[in-house]
């Protein structure tokens, strides 16, 4: 769910509300820009090596909760609607 709210006090602009993915997780013991996990894709943004020892670059955006899936993206019909109040 993405709700746009009105400004906080003292603020200026207007912050969208975001309902956090249900796969979403972090890894406390990683770097917190490499601490993002997806359940849902199994993989998060810390590189991993394979069984041959080749590096596998991760995601990236999973640690500022990011949504690299494409699932449950909203309709321009739904974005106006969150828009209008």
Not at 34 to 42: A, Q
């Amino acid at each position: 769910m993405i709700k746009l709210m009105p400004p906080k006090e003292g603020e200026d602009m207007p912050y969208l509300k975001v309902k956090r993915c249900p796969y979403w997780d972090k890894i406390e013991d990683f770097h917190h820009q490499e601490d993002g996990y997806c359940h849902w894709m199994e993989c998060g943004d810390a590189p991993v090596f394979d069984d041959e020892g080749n590096m596998i670059e991760g995601l990236g955006l999973l640690w500022d909760s990011v949504k690299e899936c494409g699932l449950r993206e909203y309709s321009d019909k739904e974005l106006e609607k969150m828009h209008e109040g």
